[in-house]
T-cell receptor, first 114, second 113 residues
Framework: DAGVTQSPTHLIKTRGQQVTLRCSPISGHKSVSWYQQVLGQGPQFIFQYYEKEERGRGNFPDRFSARQFPNYSSELNVNALLLGDSALYLC?????????????FGPGTRLTVL | QKEVEQNSGPLSVPEGAIASLNCTYSDRGSQSFFWYRQYSGKSPELIMSIYSNGDKEDGRFTAQLNKASQYVSLLIRDSQPSDSATYLC?????????????FGRGTSLIVHP
């Protein structure tokens, strides 16, 4: 079975631009979460979606937004890019929102902002 | 206060030894705990989950949980150079009806031949 997929793999943007990252969850998984990981740190939670509804939001500015589609895939949008947005963006999927649910990560999108 | 704490390391152990990785957390109500392995330049890979006090074994890996002490650990027996990676501890924190995995900064493990 296919795991979580993300596109693109790498992305280079300049300050002020906008970017859209895409994620497809494991088949049967209905929850998608987005994380930002900078070098030397653990993943930081950005958003969680379940059944197309936002169910959690981390401490990120309004420049960050996301949505989930009827097929459970998801997009993360970042507007007005800053140098500090350079990071590995990770998508993770899980079956549901239950506490015991395990999350599985995609390969990530490495974003570089120049 | 950081919610999930890990020593960043690096932890260096010889091949064949036991590597012990530790994690403490601040939310006494947390019930679900996860260990991920992350190779340099790659995404995190789930190794084990643990929900009850005590030990849980899976091959060379043993997760240990002590909720009273708010402490979770991962033991790797017979460490191999291929185990060299960063190990991330994640704890589910309750938030508005959902559970959000909160990660530590990770411990870098180096297994030398």
């Amino acid at each position: 079975d296919a795991g979580v997929t993300q596109s693109p793999t790498h992305l280079i943007k300049t300050r002020g631009q906008q970017v859209t990252l895409r994620c497809s969850p494991i088949s049967g998984h209905k929850s998608v979460s987005w994380y930002q990981q900078v070098l030397g740190q653990g993943p930081q939670f950005i958003f969680q979606y379940y059944e197309k509804e936002e169910r959690g939001r981390g401490n990120f500015p309004d420049r960050f937004s996301a949505r989930q589609f009827p097929n459970y895939s998801s997009e993360l949008n970042v507007n007005a890019l800053l140098l500090g947005d350079s990071a590995l963006y990770l998508c993770a999927s899980s079956l549901s929102l239950a506490d015991y649910n395990e999350q599985f990560f995609g390969p990530g999108t490495r974003l570089t902002v120049l | 206060q950081k919610e999930v704490e890990q020593n960043s390391g690096p932890l260096s152990v010889p091949e064949g030894a036991i590597a012990s990785l530790n994690c403490t957390y601040s939310d006494r109500g947390s019930q679900s705990f996860f260990w991920y392995r992350q190779y340099s330049g790659k995404s995190p890979e789930l190794i084990m989950s643990i929900y009850s006090n005590g030990d849980k074994e899976d091959g060379r890996f043993t997760a240990q949980l002590n909720k009273a002490s708010q402490y979770v650990s991962l033991l790797i027996r017979d460490s191999q150079p291929s185990d060299s990676a960063t190990y991330l501890c994640a704890v589910n924190l309750s938030s508005g009806g959902s559970y959000i995995p909160t990660f530590g900064r990770g411990t870098s493990l180096i297994v030398h031949p």
